[in-house]
């Protein structure tokens, strides 16, 4: 049986962000390259999101571990690079979905240049007001900031636009 | 020196800053004025330890010890940090003000380096970018807000400034063979620098209600680049080293 890159990308929508369980590493946006090479030997890049993100290397165990209970694959190699840049506008509209799941703010789309003005700007994944109020652009992971609803009243996080 | 020793002259220092720096703002860990404040500092080192250490790891592509040796067998003599990341934490006034000096300047670094001629660096300098971009907001929101607060808030911050502003100057001690970084595109030098990060600064602290220092008192203090350091930094590296002194192995 060849396998294709198309069946591990749907294969590693299974495995999920360890900070974040509803979204996928593939929607996510750092898997930035698969290839299958001779003897169906499966090569994964992966991207960093944040230079610090202690999840990355978990997260590298975590595709080979469940590479690794797929019959027919040869080896699999997983490696981290810098080549393609990951910025949040890579999160699928899946992902994005899946972050509001979980009860955070999805980042807006096309931040390049990000401002507290854009940050204060944030949406509520709860009640979707726009009445809200940054408290603090760091959060208790490297990827979220602090924010408060003045609608509905509540604390929410948001996963910074980057 | 050639070109190769010339480029991990660069990576050292700013590997080096960014790991000391880091270790620095994580000693607010529990102790922020406000909770906010202690995530902040916190997150931030969280950023800096993790971007010294893509950095050590490009020193390791060129021939150095891995990331953990180079970051936790070195004394003091052999470490690249400019005397400003060294200094204690002192109070909040000193680390904001610290924090938005250097901060600025990193950005600005990152900034340049995203079109280095060396493409690993220019790699990791548009993910550092990002991830900075947050630090000089953080930085100046507050510098902004205890710039305008009350008189003691001012008088605070100003102070801070004052004995900040030469040590920050420091950062940007010439290296020994920048002018092969400048002629091969790889970076566009310290001095180059300098004078971005004064065009940015110098408007924003004005803004935030502080003086800046007379031009004529301007007297950077240099040393670190090339290994003299204030006594500030053995105990801090005796700090951060602890548990892997006692066992290299230590893992979690």
């Given amino acids: 049986m060849k396998i294709t890159p198309a069946f591990i990308r749907n294969e590693l929508k299974q495995v999920k962000d360890p900070e974040i369980p509803t979204i996928s590493i593939v929607d996510l946006g750092i898997v930035t390259g698969i290839e299958v090479s001779e003897n169906n030997a499966i090569h994964i890049t992966l991207t960093p999101t944040f230079a610090g993100c202690p999840a990355l290397r978990m997260m590298e165990d975590m595709v080979k571990e469940h590479l690794g209970k797929i019959e027919n694959l040869g080896e699999i190699t997983v490696k981290t690079s810098f080549e393609t840049t990951w910025t949040t506008d890579l999160i699928s509209d899946e992902g994005h979905a899946a972050i509001k799941q979980h009860g955070l703010a999805p980042p807006m789309r096309n931040c390049a240049h990000i401002s507290m003005e854009i940050l204060e700007a944030t949406s509520c994944p709860y009640c979707d007001s726009n009445d809200t109020k940054m408290k603090s652009p760091f959060g208790p992971t490297l990827c979220r900031s602090l924010h408060y609803c003045n609608n509905c009243k509540q604390a929410f996080e948001g996963f910074k636009p980057v | ?252």
């Fill in chain 2, 1 to 252: 020196m050639n070109n190769i020793d010339a480029l991990k002259e660069l990576l050292y220092k700013m590997a080096d800053d960014q790991l000391i720096l880091g270790h620095r703002n994580s000693e607010w860990n529990g102790l922020g004025p406000i909770l906010e404040e202690d995530i902040a500092f916190s997150s931030m080192a969280q950023d800096k330890m993790g971007q010294s250490e893509h950095l050590y790891n490009l020193l390791n592509q060129l021939g150095e010890a891995d990331a953990d040796t180079v970051a936790f067998t070195r004394n003091a003599p052999q470490f690249h940090c400019s005397h400003l990341v060294e200094l204690p934490i002192g109070g909040y006034d000193f680390s904001l003000i610290r924090h938005f000096l250097f901060d600025f300047a990193e950005y600005l670094r990152f900034e340049a380096l995203k079109t280095s001629a060396y493409q690993p660096l220019a790699q990791v300098a548009k993910k550092f970018f990002g991830e900075v971009k947050y630090h000089t907001m953080h930085a100046n929101t507050w510098v902004y807000q205890l710039g305008h607060g009350n008189e003691e808030s001012n008088s605070k911050m100003q102070e801070s400034l004052n004995f900040a502003w030469n040590y920050a100057l420091g950062m940007f001690e010439p290296g020994p063979a920048e002018e092969m970084l400048i002629n091969e595109n790889i970076f566009i030098g310290e001095e180059a620098l300098q004078a971005k990060w004064l065009e940015v600064v110098i408007p924003l602290l004005e803004k935030s209600n502080l003086v800046i220092p007379e031009q004529s008192s301007w007297a950077p203090i240099y040393g670190g680049r090339i290994g003299n350091h204030t006594a500030h930094l053995q105990p801090l590296l005796s700090e951060m080293t602890e548990v892997y002194s006692i066992d290299p192995s230590a893992d979690w």
